[in-house]
């Protein structure tokens, strides 16, 4: 049974598993999803995000609330535990694709909890350096100054077939949190 409290969250896009990998290792503590529904560009092109974080409340988080990631997966033999794509094995599925999406994951397989320590607005193309790295945009300290243009191209690959790409500028809510469990 799933705490009320309790959310699922599920990175999406391609590069999935490597925000998982990202989470496990302490590098993602910050992911920014398209807001829903989105506001009128005439109604808030003027506001600041936090005028329009008011006026969409409540937003999907809050601070203290507890996620659990949802992954692609396989529950191993008899359902007892499971593996996990992110990890990248490959097992012994020759010509098949045995892996359980994400949105099909129930709460007992998650192996990863997070707690939402911060919640806000902004226009996708206002993110910092700083919350660019936090998103785990790129995979090295030394690559920091391309953290922004990095962004921005797993942003499209994520978001732009569906007409919400990074030029579009759209509002998107982002939340940062930490991880408490594993």
């Known amino acids: 049974m799933t705490n009320p409290k309790e959310r699922r969250i ?20 910050r992911h920014s ?3 829903k529904p989105r506001p009128e560009p005439a109604f808030c092109s ?11 409340r ?3 988080y809050s601070v203290g609330q507890r996620l659990w990631c949802a992954e692609a997966w396989l529950p191993t033999y008899q359902g007892l535990d499971c593996l996990y794509r992110a990890d990248k094995y490959s097992g012994p599925f020759p010509n098949v ?15 990863i909890d997070l707690e939402v ?7 996708v193309q206002e993110i910092s350096k700083q919350e660019a790295v936090a ?8 690559w920091c100054r391309f953290a922004i243009s990095e962004y921005a191209k797993r942003w499209d690959a994520t978001y732009a ?14 939340a940062t949190f930490k991880r408490v469990k594993p």
């Open 10 to 29: 599920i990175f999406p896009g391609p590069d999935a598993g490597a925000k998982i990998r990202a989470v496990l290792k302490g590098d993602l503590t």
């Open 58 to 60: 409540p937003g999907p």
């Open 161 to 174: 077939k569906r007409g919400l790409g990074w030029d579009t500028n759209l509002w998107v809510w982002w």
């Open 135 to 142: 998103e785990a945009s790129v995979s090295h300290p030394i």
């Open 33 to 35: 999803w398209p807001m």
């Open 97 to 111: 694709d045995p892996w359980r999406p994400s949105s099909r994951m129930p709460r007992w397989a998650s192996r």
């Open 46 to 56: 003027d506001l600041a995000g936090d005028m329009v974080a008011e006026w969409m």
């Open 117 to 123: 320590t911060g919640v806000g607005v902004q226009r």
